[in-house]
């Protein structure tokens, strides 16, 4: 079956920085990406990676290595308005997204 | 980035009544569109794929005589709730390819928050 893990809750410290994993099992790959979404609020999208390596943007990085079917985001000078779900999703062979439970981030001052 | 609206944003509604969600790509067409519905601190979860001009696909275990979808055009799709009771109350999601883009992103709607009384 296809399967996405994520650890459900992090906690971090404003200013600092976190790595948020995320381990895939699918049939087939089109892509892997990171939405964050805050309570009560829709995903918004973060990132896309479909070739190994690292993509960065601003604060916000995310890495995919397709052969150990992984990835990490990795938030830097975290904010408090960082806290939220991060969601990790991969585009299977159907190009349907198969989405994790989620990684909810607690920032603490 | 191309963008999908959601209305209503809010309803209440009593039970046994239908309620009516509306998702729009607003400068893209789509068409392909998704519902999604999400509980309380629970992930997103799939109901259907709409199709533009063709009957949805459901995920196993939505009812398709419950949660009717309509996607008409290539700028708009309905997901109907027929009879809606206490239990499906939920966070109601839309999201939309542009496949003439490229990228495979799914553009979200704002989402419905759904209150069946």
């Known amino acids: 079956g296809q399967n996405i893990d994520q650890p459900t809750e992090m906690t971090a410290t404003e200013g600092a920085i976190v790595q948020i994993n995320c381990t895939y099992q699918?049939?087939?790959?089109?892509?892997l990406f990171w939405y964050q979404q805050h309570a009560g609020e829709a995903p918004t999208f973060l990132s896309y990676?479909?070739l190994d390596g690292l993509e960065e943007k601003g604060r916000f990085s995310s890495f995919l290595s397709r052969s150990k079917g992984y990835s990490y985001l990795l938030l830097k000078e975290l904010q408090m308005k960082d806290s939220a779900s991060y969601l990790c999703?991969?585009?299977?062979?159907?190009?349907?997204?198969?989405w994790g439970a989620g990684t909810k981030l607690i920032i603490k001052p | 980035g191309a963008v999908v609206s959601q209305h209503p944003s809010r309803v209440i509604c009593k039970s046994g009544t239908s309620v009516k969600i509306e998702c729009r790509s607003l400068?893209?067409?789509?068409?392909?569109m998704f519902w999604y519905r999400q509980f309380p601190k629970k992930s997103l979860m799939l109901m259907a794929t709409?199709?533009?001009?063709?009957?949805?696909?459901?995920e196993q275990g939505v009812e398709k005589d419950k949660f009717l979808i309509n996607h008409a055009s290539l700028t708009l799709s309905t997901l109907t709730v027929t009879s809606a009771h206490p239990e499906d109350s939920s966070f109601y999601i839309c999201?939309?390819?542009?496949?003439?883009?490229?990228?495979?992103?799914?553009?979200f709607g704002p989402g419905t928050r759904l209150t069946v009384l």
């Open positions: 999201s939309a390819r542009d496949f003439a883009g490229d990228s495979n992103e799914q553009f």
């Open positions: 400068d893209f067409q789509a068409t392909t």
């Open positions: 709409s199709n533009e001009g063709s009957k949805a696909t459901y």
């Open positions: 699918t049939s087939g790959f089109n892509g």
């Open positions: 990676n479909v």
């Open positions: 999703a991969v585009m299977d062979s159907n190009y349907q997204l198969i």
